[in-house]
C-alpha cells in the first residue's frame, strides 16, 4: 500500500476537486494552495530556499519510489538486485574461466620445458664432481639426475611431472645480473 500524501500545511488530502501537490527539495509535501501562500523558492514548512516539483505519473521515478508502499518497493528493489547479481556473477565466471585456460597453458607450457631440460640432461655426457646447476636447499625437481659409478646416467625415457608448487618453491633467484642480459 503507498504511503498516504496530505499537505503538510493544511493537512489535506488529494480528492478530484482538490489542487495538486508539490514535493520541495528539503522533503515536504504542500498543496497548491498553500504553495501560493508562501514567498517564491522558499518552504513553507522549514522556510529554507528551496526547489518544486509537482507531483504526478510523470514525475522522476526516484521522487515517486518516496511515496510507494514498501512491498512495491521490496519487490521492485529485488528484481533490480537479482538482475545485478546475475549479472556479476556471469563477469565473474568469464574471468574464471580466463584464467583457468591461461593456467592449463602455462602448465602445459611448463611441462614441455620440463621435459626438453630433462631430455638435455640425459644428453650430456657423465661427469664427476660436478656441481648441479642450481643450488638445492629443498626438493629440486629441476636439478641433474643422480649418477651412476659406471658412468652412464639415470635418465628415464618417462619424465617426472613434478606439480607447479613444487617447482615454485623450489625455484632461487640469482641477486647477482647476468652478464648476458640487458639492464
Not at 664432481?129 to 651412476?148: A, C, E, G, M, W
Request: proline letters at 8%; one cysteine or more; hydrophobic letters at 30%.
Amino acid at each position: 500500500m503507498a504511503i498516504r500524501i496530505f499537505c503538510n500545511a493544511c493537512f489535506c488530502e488529494p480528492r478530484k476537486a482538490t489542487p495538486r501537490f508539490i514535493f520541495t527539495s528539503c522533503g515536504h509535501v504542500v498543496c497548491e494552495l498553500c504553495l501560493q501562500k508562501g514567498k517564491k523558492e522558499e518552504c513553507l514548512i522549514c522556510r529554507t530556499p528551496c526547489r518544486t516539483v509537482f507531483l504526478s505519473k510523470q514525475t522522476n521515478a526516484e521522487i515517486q519510489s518516496l511515496f510507494m508502499g514498501i512491498d512495491t518497493l521490496c519487490k521492485k528493489y529485488s528484481k533490480e538486485i537479482t538482475q545485478i547479481s546475475e549479472f556479476q556473477e556471469k563477469n565473474r565466471k568469464h574471468l574464471l574461466a580466463y584464467y583457468r585456460e591461461k593456467r592449463i597453458k602455462l602448465e602445459e607450457s611448463l611441462r614441455k620445458a620440463t621435459q626438453q631440460l630433462h631430455r638435455i640432461q640425459c644428453m650430456k655426457p657423465p661427469q664427476q664432481n660436478t656441481q648441479p646447476p642450481f643450488s638445492s636447499t629443498s626438493r629440486n625437481p629441476l636439478s641433474i639426475p643422480s649418477r651412476r659409478p659406471n658412468g652412464y646416467s639415470s635418465c628415464s625415457l618417462q619424465p617426472t611431472h613434478p606439480s607447479t608448487s613444487e617447482i615454485i618453491e623450489s625455484m632461487e633467484i640469482d641477486p647477482v645480473p647476468s652478464p648476458m642480459r640487458k639492464v
